[in-house]
């Protein structure tokens, strides 16, 4: 099969998108099926990989970690015309999603989309008042489902997304496809191993200090202020914990600013974006793993610190449900005494704690990168099939 993926995010940028869109390519390639990615061009980036197009772009108004594509596609349109694509997978709502719209109509082949972001939950960075923000949501919810109606399939990486798109009025078929997670990426290292010893070097950390670990983008909807603001009262209880804030993004600055406003400073460590093969030693350096966020699609952060085996003290959300299990397989909380509560016991008994994190990794199990790739190829090969089935009775008739 030959299969053209679509998408605004890819290495060497780091988020959840590119993690997703990362895995699925090695394991169709894995599968023996041709991979080409379309993405933009990263200023300093030089691919190693083949199979990459990259179209030049510019930074994406206020997220400036993102990039468009600049409107040129004349040469990319010929490139792609010679791959003789069997189905597009686009990852995007922006240039490069529209441009693989554009290219399956052209090519008359089935195209699929991933809806990879509840964008109702960012309407702050459109306008930042309530009356304002109600508006603009109607109109994401309602240009959500104009984006969509042309795809021959959607897929949603949760239930919480499905329902949200059921909710905005979708009609297209709508599967269900968690990202999978390379369980072997993040098996947990000893915390004697040299490179984790030199990060907790590097951060000031001494042999008595334990670590509540949050990782991810930096930005507003991620919550990490209610992190910031509950562990300024632990401190009080537990003064030998430490934060740290591993990630970049447009909200760092004023969480930054947050934390010396609360005292914070000889306590909390922010390191800024760190190497993709790093991550790692970051959730096997800590001793607990925490997220406030309510926003997620899936939660990619939070099933790799299960399959590290790090405890998981996360927002209750129904991306998360029947995965992160108040009592067994984590730290569920609704609100910031309720974060303060779960931080406190999870620290104070280690031993059931350690069990919780145990029943996780038994739990993340069921979500390899092995099944997602396998699950995404019969989708491929049913709309393929279906597609061709239907220009076979057009034809006919």
């Given at each position: 099969?030959?299969?053209?993926?679509?998408?605004?995010?890819y290495?060497?940028?780091i988020?959840?998108?590119?993690?997703s869109v990362m895995?699925?390519r090695d394991e169709?390639v894995k599968?023996?099926?041709k991979?080409?990615?379309?993405?933009?061009?990263?200023?300093?980036?030089?691919d190693?990989?083949?199979?990459?197009?990259?179209?030049p772009?510019?930074?994406?108004?206020r997220w400036?970690?993102?990039?468009?594509?600049v409107?040129?596609?004349?040469?990319?349109?010929?490139?792609?015309k010679?791959?003789?694509?069997?189905?597009?997978h686009?990852?995007?709502?922006f240039?490069i999603?529209?441009f693989?719209?554009?290219?399956?109509?052209?090519?008359?082949?089935?195209?699929?989309?991933?809806?990879?972001?509840?964008?109702e939950?960012?309407?702050?960075y459109?306008?930042?008042f309530k009356?304002g923000k109600?508006?603009?949501k109607k109109?994401?919810i309602?240009?959500?489902?104009?984006?969509v109606?042309?795809?021959?399939?959607?897929?949603?990486?949760?239930?919480?997304?499905?329902?949200a798109?059921?909710r905005?009025?979708?009609?297209?078929?709508?599967?269900?496809?968690?990202?999978g997670i390379?369980i072997q990426n993040?098996?947990?290292t000893s915390?004697?191993?040299?490179?984790?010893q030199?990060?907790?070097?590097?951060?000031g950390?001494?042999?008595?200090?334990r670590v509540?670990?949050?990782?991810?983008?930096?930005?507003e909807?991620?919550?990490?202020?209610?992190?910031?603001r509950?562990f300024?009262f632990?401190?009080?209880?537990h003064?030998?914990?430490?934060?740290v804030?591993?990630?970049?993004?447009?909200?760092?600055?004023?969480?930054?600013?947050?934390?010396?406003?609360?005292?914070?400073?000889?306590?909390v460590?922010?390191?800024?974006?760190?190497?993709?093969?790093?991550?790692?030693?970051?959730?096997?350096?800590a001793d607990?793993f925490v997220?406030?966020s309510?926003t997620?699609?899936?939660?990619l952060?939070?099933?790799?610190?299960?399959?590290?085996?790090?405890?998981?003290?996360?927002f209750e959300?129904e991306?998360?449900?029947?995965?992160?299990?108040?009592?067994?397989?984590g730290?569920l909380?609704?609100?910031?005494e309720g974060l303060?509560?779960?931080?406190?016991s999870?620290?104070?008994?280690?031993?059931?704690?350690s069990?919780m994190?145990?029943?996780?990794?038994?739990i993340v199990?069921?979500m390899?990168?092995?099944?997602?790739g396998e699950?995404?190829?019969?989708?491929?090969?049913?709309?393929?099939?279906?597609?061709?089935s239907?220009n076979?009775?057009?034809?006919?008739?």
């Open positions: 099969m030959n299969i053209g993926i679509f998408t605004d995010c290495y060497p940028q988020n959840g998108v590119v993690t895995i699925l169709l599968r023996g099926h991979v080409t990615i379309i993405t933009v061009k990263v200023p300093g980036h030089q190693e990989e083949e199979d990459i197009i990259r179209i772009s510019l930074p994406f108004a400036k970690e993102f990039r468009v594509a409107p040129l596609f004349a040469r990319a349109y010929r490139r792609v010679k791959l003789d694509l069997d189905v597009i686009t990852h995007t709502e240039s999603g529209l693989g719209k554009y290219m399956a109509r052209a090519l008359s082949i089935p195209v699929l989309h991933t809806y990879h972001t509840m964008y939950d960012y309407t702050h459109v306008l930042n009356p109600r508006v603009v109109l994401i309602r240009g959500s489902k104009v984006y109606k042309k795809f021959n399939a959607l897929i949603a990486p949760s239930a919480k997304t499905k329902e798109l059921e905005y009025g979708v009609k297209n078929r709508i599967f269900v496809l968690p990202t390379n993040f098996q947990r915390p004697d191993h040299p490179r984790i030199e990060i907790r070097r590097q951060l950390l001494t042999p008595e200090n509540i670990l949050s990782l991810g983008r930096v930005s909807e991620k919550n990490v202020q209610l992190t910031l509950q300024a632990l401190q009080k209880t003064p030998h914990v430490r934060l804030v591993v990630g970049d993004g447009p909200y760092r600055e004023k969480l930054v600013q947050l934390h010396r406003e609360l005292g914070l400073e000889d306590v460590r922010f390191t800024g974006s760190v190497p993709w093969e790093e991550v790692s030693y970051y959730y096997s350096m607990l997220s406030a309510s997620e699609t899936q939660g952060t939070i099933l790799e610190a299960m399959a590290s085996r790090l405890p998981v003290v996360v959300d991306n998360i449900r029947d995965v992160v299990v108040h009592g067994l397989s730290h909380f609704q609100d910031g303060l509560k779960a931080l406190g999870a620290l104070d008994n280690q031993e059931f704690t069990h994190a145990d029943n996780a990794y038994a199990q069921s390899s990168k092995e099944h997602f699950s995404a190829l019969q989708i491929y090969k049913t709309l393929i099939d279906e597609y061709a239907r076979t009775c057009t034809l006919e008739e």
